[in-house]
């Protein structure tokens, strides 16, 4: 355990996309630090099975983040269930299928849009107003060296996480004032089922690079849990790194070799 003395006791937190991946050990993470855990995705029996790992402090909705009404019910559900919800982590996205603009088919296109960029402002549009009856709260938008970097074959995935990106800065703009702090976490490369569907793909070099070149999920996740506090502050509205040495440095992690 990398930041032991973090401690979110009393704070209720929402995971979305958090059936697996980053999702799941960033669940994981926050629990043991403390927080209530609300896991959310679209697979309601791996999320109800971490869930009943981790115990009475953790509740499993099945959301589909697409749902602007479902995403709705599901933070009203967690606000009903923990009494406040303090920590926002937006995770859920996908990038299948893998394909150039010419090659893309524009109804799988426009999903990945649905979920990436439009499930975050629905996340986004449902957690502020229940922040704001406890005072405030930290929202963490799961970003991508591909917010702000063009790549092959990824134009939905880049397009949607530059987007996200400039949520981060409206939400920092609007928000701050009232004690909501909201920061992008660009985890690099994470040994996930998403690197896998990359690698399938065969498409620009990311697809090229070894599995022992991606970082374990928990590092990602022991980030979410360091950006919720005050040190990570001045990373405020904008992408904060763990792809340098710096970053990792910042949160406890070993850096490169």
């Known amino acids: 355990m990398f930041n032991p003395d ?33 896991l959310l995705a679209r697979s309601q029996e791996e999320i109800a099975q971490i ?8 509740t499993a909705i099945r959301c589909d983040m697409a749902d602007p009404a479902a995403v709705k019910a599901a933070f009203a559900q967690v606000a009903d269930t923990f009494g406040r919800l303090d920590i926002l982590v937006n995770n859920a996205g996908i990038i299948d299928p ?19 960029l439009k499930g975050v402002f629905y996340g986004l ?22 917010a702000t970097s063009a790549l092959e074959g990824w134009s939905h995935y880049c397009a949607t996480k530059a987007a996200v990106l400039m949520l981060t800065a409206c939400v920092h703009k609007e928000e701050a004032a009232n ?33 022992s070149a991606h970082i374990p999920p928990q590092w990602a996740a022991e980030a979410v849990l360091w950006l919720t506090s005050d040190a990570a502050r001045h990373h ?9 040495d710096a970053g990792r440095k910042e949160v406890g992690l070993p850096v490169a070799t």
């Open 6 to 38: 973090i401690t979110l006791t009393g704070q209720t937190a929402i995971v979305t996309g958090a059936s697996r991946g980053i999702g799941a050990a960033t669940v994981r993470r926050l629990a043991s630090a403390g927080a209530n855990v609300a």
């Open 51 to 58: 869930a009943a790992e981790i115990g009475d402090q953790a």
């Open 98 to 116: 893998i394909a150039r603009i010419e090659d893309a088919d524009p109804i799988a296109w426009g999903n990945v849009t649905d979920i990436n």
């Open 125 to 146: 549009n449902a957690a502020i107003p229940i922040m704001k009856t406890t005072g405030g709260g930290t929202i963490i938008n799961i970003s991508s060296g591909a």
């Open 179 to 211: 004690g909501i702090r909201c920061v992008g976490l660009s985890p690099g490369t994470v040994a996930t089922n998403m690197q896998r569907e990359i690698k399938s793909a065969g498409i620009n070099p990311v697809s090229q690079l070894d599995w």
């Open 236 to 244: 405020d509205g904008g992408d904060f790194s763990i792809k340098s």
